[in-house]
């Protein structure tokens, strides 16, 4: 079984400030990890993901991620968060083993004030 | 210049009717999905296809019907509507069959079963 969780229903940050999503997941083997994020009557859009190596992966417009093993983390952060930021953001898992089906976290709102 | 196109955008319809959504992509991909996103942002598989071959069927009431008639094609029908099919319905591609590839998102549509 795969799942993954989103603890926070919303963030709030201002411009500027470092941000922080948070994600954690339980798979029974190799993860592959993926965030994607949805603006206001959009489709998702790919920002990035975890296969392997390099614990620390960047994606689109500025953001990263960190995969920890040891605490089954897969956290997206930015260094200085802009308003045009604020959306939706899923945490995505797809189990190394074979299931092509991503299963997404419930989605966390980030909101970035001016 | 639509990666992935779907109609239509928005459909209203009474109880225990029968409709289609059709889905578009012209990324020369192989696999397609459909989501389903409720009311609360919770995003879930529903079917995919690779190839024109039906891959993976999650629980899925046997109302939905997926048919692909070739690779850049997945429509979906719902026989017999119910309240609870309302929802945003999201079609996606991604290249080849692996599991970690990006996924393209469609722009949604919405139902609304009254």
């Known amino acids: 079984a795969q799942s993954v969780a989103q603890p926070e229903d919303q963030v709030n940050v201002a411009e500027g400030n470092p941000l922080t999503v948070k994600c954690t997941y339980s798979?029974?083997?190799?993860?592959?990890l993926f965030w994607y994020v949805q603006y206001p009557n959009r489709g998702l859009q790919f920002l990035l993901k975890?296969?392997?190596?390099?614990?620390l992966v960047k994606g689109s417009y500025g953001f990263e991620a960190e995969f920890n093993k040891s605490q089954t983390s897969f956290h997206l952060k930015k260094p200085s968060a802009l308003v045009s930021d604020s959306a939706l953001y899923f945490c995505?898992?797809?189990?190394?083993?074979?299931?092509?089906?991503?299963?997404f976290g419930s989605g966390t709102r980030l909101q970035v004030q001016p | 210049d639509t990666a992935v196109s779907q109609t239509p955008k928005y459909l209203v319809t009474q109880m225990g009717n029968d409709k289609s959504i059709k889905c578009e992509q012209n990324?020369?991909?192989?696999?397609m999905y459909w989501y389903k996103q409720d009311s609360k942002k919770f995003l879930k598989i529903m079917f995919s296809?690779?190839?024109?071959?039906?891959?993976i069927n999650e629980t899925v009431p046997n109302r939905f019907s997926p048919k692909s008639p070739d690779k850049a094609h997945l429509n979906l029908h719902i026989n017999s509507l119910e309240l609870g099919d309302s929802a945003v319905y999201f079609c996606?591609?991604?290249?080849?069959?692996?599991?970690?590839?990006?996924?393209?998102f469609g722009p949604g549509t919405r139902l609304t079963v009254l």
């Open positions: 975890y296969i392997t190596g390099d614990n």
């Open positions: 798979v029974s083997g190799n993860p592959y």
């Open positions: 995505a898992v797809i189990y190394g083993g074979g299931r092509r089906a991503l299963t």
């Open positions: 996606a591609s991604s290249q080849g069959s692996e599991p970690y590839n990006e996924q393209f």
């Open positions: 990324l020369g991909h192989d696999t």
């Open positions: 296809y690779n190839n024109k071959e039906l891959i």
